[in-house]
């Protein structure tokens, strides 16, 4: 991108304030928000909402190194982690309570969005197996942690296409103009 993507405006906020905001619509327990050693300027744009920081020292060694700091911060007596993107703010709300409902009505260990487009974020994760999330390398995130074993997956179909993200110019530009829902 070229400069701190997460920063950039949309809608009058910061994209990670509005990604962080519609986290906290899903009534989720507690937001942690990985970030790297330079974090000043997130933080601020977080100021006032109800989440906890957490300092990834490598994040250029790849995403599975945010993953892996997030989930070695969270509370033992966690029972499941949503992971999502800092960088996709247009997430729906319902797709975060449907993962949750998936999860606990098919006794599955994993909840994953399946846009029209295929699978997708948010993913929602059964404490047991963050063991699995701790072990990841590289820049691929936990996608191999949910396509190791389908029987313990639970798919939430989703109607739409995927939220766009940010990682260019050019999704920038798509994500403020006017059909930014996706």
Known sequence: MGKPKLLLPLEGRPVIRQTVERMLEGDLDE????????????????????????????PEAGQA????????????RTTAALIALGDQPHV???????????????GKRIAAPRYTDGLGNPVLFAADVFPELLTLAGD????????????RLAIVEVATAMPRDLDTPEDYERLIAPDNSR
């Open 31 to 58: 937001i942690l928000v990985v970030v790297g050693p330079e974090h000043e300027a997130l933080q601020r744009a977080l100021e006032g909402l109800r989440v906890r920081l957490v300092v990834n020292p490598a």
């Open 140 to 151: 691929r995130g936990a996608r191999a942690v949910v396509e190791k074993d389908p029987a």
């Open 92 to 106: 729906a709300v319902d797709v975060i309570r449907k993962l949750q409902l998936a999860m606990t009505t098919a």
């Open 65 to 76: 190194t945010s993953v892996r700091a997030g989930v070695a911060a969270l509370s033992p």
